[in-house]
């Protein structure tokens, strides 16, 4: 628990520190970095003991990062919503196996969710795996994850 708690905190400071760009917020790409190097700090915490897992936390918080920053540059405010939204909708009434599209009129920028079976977690929730696959520019980027539908409705990415 105390790894998770560094991270938060991490998160926070690094969330703070890019709020001070100026009037705005955060960027598309300042987002993307610490929404991946979150997902890849809490996806590093689940391997390894002791020195491993800060280990593994450092090099999923680095590498996610990375990838979020890359998917981040290009991708604007109302791509992430359509995303959103559509993982959303995907995750909550999509067969298994079958593709939920969003684009953006505005840009081109494009999408798919495609969800997996549902299974009941060790805590009795509904999850389901997903790959993301987003078109930004016209440069492909695919992401694996799990997410899990809250007591609200809502569907929570797990890692």
């Known amino acids: 628990m105390k ?3 560094k991270i938060i905190v991490i998160l926070l400071a690094a ?4 709020a001070c760009q100026g009037p ?14 979150t997902a890849g700090a809490l996806l590093g ?3 390894g003991g002791g020195t491993g ?6 090099a999923g918080a680095l590498l996610g990062a990375i990838l979020g920053n890359k998917i981040g540059a290009g991708m ?3 791509d992430r919503k359509l995303a959103e939204l559509t993982s959303q909708r995907a995750l909550e009434a999509a067969p298994s196996g079958s593709s939920v599209q969003w684009r953006n009129p505005d840009n081109g920028n494009y999408g798919t969710v495609t969800p997996s079976k549902a299974y ?7 999850c389901r795996e997903y790959t993301q696959t987003v078109v930004v520019g016209g440069k492909q980027q695919k992401a694996y994850g799990t997410a899990c539908r809250q007591p609200d409705g809502q569907w929570q990415v797990v890692n």
């Open 120 to 126: 009941k977690n060790n805590t009795g929730q509904y």
């Open 3 to 5: 790894i998770i708690s």
């Open 45 to 47: 915490s689940q391997f």
């Open 15 to 18: 969330s703070m520190l890019q």
């Open 76 to 78: 604007d405010e109302q």
């Open 53 to 58: 897992r800060l280990a593994a936390v450092g």
């Open 24 to 37: 705005g917020g955060m960027n598309k790409q300042g987002s993307g970095t610490l929404i991946g190097g």
